[in-house]
């Protein structure tokens, strides 16, 4: 089934204003909006594609009025151009994955992923590319214009890449090396962010212990019975009532005692601010790397 798009839509997803939006469609015909039953604007999938590659040849310096005249082919083309050329802010990479994620293209999706990562490397490529890509299928997922179909398959892909470049990295740790345990809360099943910490902790040569998502709370605390870690790391992204999640952190203090525990996502901010001491908010995994892990 197509999605429909109100111009609203169109607007947070491409950053392309609603006003800009309709004087190019009256001037130069670049979409073709149908009307509901009771007369109300909307746009389809393939109205959403074009404006993403057109806002992202305008973006680099093209005219409009050249740009409207292209039909798809032409207009993916030059995009491709561009990838060859630009950096990743500039090329349109995450314009080209959302299109991908809407086509459900894996082989386009490699294309464009690795090409970021020849340029400017894996690490780079997570924070200038990825999270900015994950923030725009946030969007659409709120508004209602993707399947989870389409999040499964995106982030699935984005999983592989994450897997392959932790297991890539070196198995050597050094001497004053930390153990890590990630983990996250039975409720919690979005496991890219901790994906993202194990990769980084990793290659700063520490150890660590991955349990992933959804792991029940007598589990975690079982794991001492193992192993003693020097820190946990956990985050929250799905809405839950937020006495459940400072319970949680309550638990991982009172057993872990003394021990650190780092917790980011995207509900953090509904967390209180009375947590015990070695609970460290850090909203976001950049903050991680350079106020935890840089300092190790």
């Known amino acids: 089934m197509t999605s429909q798009y109100s111009i609203k839509d169109l607007e947070r997803i491409s950053g392309i204003k609603a006003h800009t939006i309709r004087i190019w469609e009256k001037r130069y015909n670049i979409l073709h909006p149908e009307r509901t039953d009771t007369n109300i604007r909307y746009y389809c999938d393939d109205d959403l594609k ?22 798809n082919k032409k207009l993916s083309q030059k995009i491709l151009e561009l990838n060859n050329v630009q950096s990743p802010e500039r090329s349109g990479q995450i314009e080209n994955l959302i299109v991908t994620m809407i086509d459900l293209d894996e082989i386009k999706f490699e294309n464009v992923l690795n090409n970021s990562i020849i340029k400017i490397g894996f690490e780079d490529t997570l924070f200038n590319v990825i999270y900015p ?30 897997f392959a470049a932790i297991d890539g990295l070196p198995v050597e740790r050094s001497k004053n090396s930390k153990t890590f345990l990630l983990v996250l809360p039975q409720w919690e099943l979005h496991d890219i962010g901790l994906l993202v910490h194990n990769y980084l902790i990793r290659k700063k040569g520490h150890k660590t212990i991955f349990l992933g998502q959804g792991v029940p709370l007598l589990d975690v605390e079982a794991i001492d019975k193992l192993v003693d870690p020097d820190m946990l790391v956990t985050s929250f992204s799905t809405p839950v009532e937020t006495s459940m999640m400072g319970d949680y952190l309550k638990e991982l203090s009172t057993h872990f005692k003394g021990k650190a525990i780092y917790v980011g996502g995207i509900q953090l901010d509904k967390i209180c601010d009375s947590l015990p001491k070695t609970i460290h908010k850090l909203p976001t995994v950049l903050e991680f790397r350079d106020k935890v892990l840089s300092k190790i």
């Open 133 to 162: 890509l994950l923030n725009k299928i946030g969007i659409l997922w709120q508004i209602g214009s993707i399947t989870p179909v389409h999040e499964h398959f995106i982030s699935n892909l984005i999983r592989q890449k994450l």
């Open 50 to 71: 074009r404006l993403l590659n057109i806002s992202v040849l305008v973006n680099n310096g093209h005219k409009i009025s050249k740009v409207s005249t292209l039909d």
